[in-house]
């Protein structure tokens, strides 16, 4: 279980960024955030913990009935991508309805997260780009009439079939997919820009999730300032004369 929430963001693209050593790392800048807490779920009410966070803006026209009234409950403006990020139940309390919440707020440098998008759109493609496939024979001075074909694809008599989940030409890429235990490199907090070491599915200003990392230990949340009680004011001093 993640011990912070992550946020929603934009990838802006790929750069490079020289370390303090002196060694380049090539990276992926993220607009992580701000993001708005828009509901909260409960084991009690819903059966588990988990925040729901909006990123973005969009017209009113564009939101239905029922997500209007949970928006004008929250007091939050409609936010164009809304999320679920599973936390700790412990943690619920540290968040309230309408808070905003910042790349300070979630994540530290040095820190290992999961990157979630939807990958680049490539139509359909054949086996030798959507699978790797090598190909059939030599590229030159052969008589193969298909050198890019994917082969036999079942048996004779027996099955009789071609068999479940084959690799054969079909739709390649715009599919849900998870980069796991990317390092954060650097955390910009004055354009809440995250940057990570790697690469980030998806093209630019796609809509991402980036949240702590599920195998590797998450750098956990600060704690919060303690709150400073007023002092009481004591007997007024007198003048002993």
Same mark, same amino acid.
């Given at each position: 279980?993640?011990? *912070? ?7 802006? /693209?790929?750069?490079? $960024?020289?370390?303090? =050593? ?7 800048? $993220?607009?992580? /955030?701000?993001?708005? +807490? &828009? %509901? ?6 819903? %059966? ?33 991508? #809304? ?29 290992? #997260? ?12 054949? +086996?030798?780009?959507?699978? *790797? ?40 890429? *715009?599919?849900? =997919? ?14 809440? $820009? ?5 690469? #980030?599915?998806?093209?630019?200003? %796609?809509? +991402?999730? &980036?949240? /702590? =990392? ?28």
């Amino acid at each position: 279980m993640n011990t *912070n929430p992550g946020l929603i963001g934009t990838k802006l /693209g790929n750069t490079q $960024i020289f370390l303090d =050593s002196g060694e380049v790392r090539r990276v992926t800048a $993220i607009k992580a /955030g701000p993001c708005v +807490v &828009v %509901g909260k779920r409960t084991p009690d009410k819903d %059966g588990y913990a988990a925040l729901q966070l909006g990123f973005g803006s969009r017209r009113e026209k564009l939101v239905s009935k029922p997500e209007a009234g949970q928006f004008k409950k929250a007091s939050v403006e409609p936010p164009r991508v #809304v999320r679920e990020f599973r936390i700790e139940e412990s943690l619920l309390e540290r968040f309230e309805v309408g808070q905003t919440l910042g790349v300070a707020d979630i994540f530290q440098d040095g820190q290992f #997260v999961d990157v979630c998008g939807t990958s680049k759109g490539r139509g359909f493609t054949g +086996v030798m780009r959507r699978h *790797n496939f090598s190909g059939a024979g030599t590229a030159g001075h052969g008589t193969h009439e298909s050198k890019r074909g994917g082969g036999s694809i079942g048996m004779a008599t027996t099955p009789g079939r071609t068999i479940r989940g084959q690799k054969m030409p079909g739709q390649h890429g *715009n599919k849900r =997919s998870t980069i796991l235990n990317l390092r954060i490199v650097k955390v910009m907090p004055d354009e809440n $820009i995250v940057l990570v070491d790697g690469g #980030v599915p998806g093209s630019r200003n %796609g809509f +991402v999730t &980036v949240k /702590g =990392s599920i195998k590797k230990v998450t750098v956990p949340l600060p704690e919060p300032p303690a709150k400073e009680e007023p002092a009481e004011a004591g007997p007024e001093a007198t003048e002993e004369g």
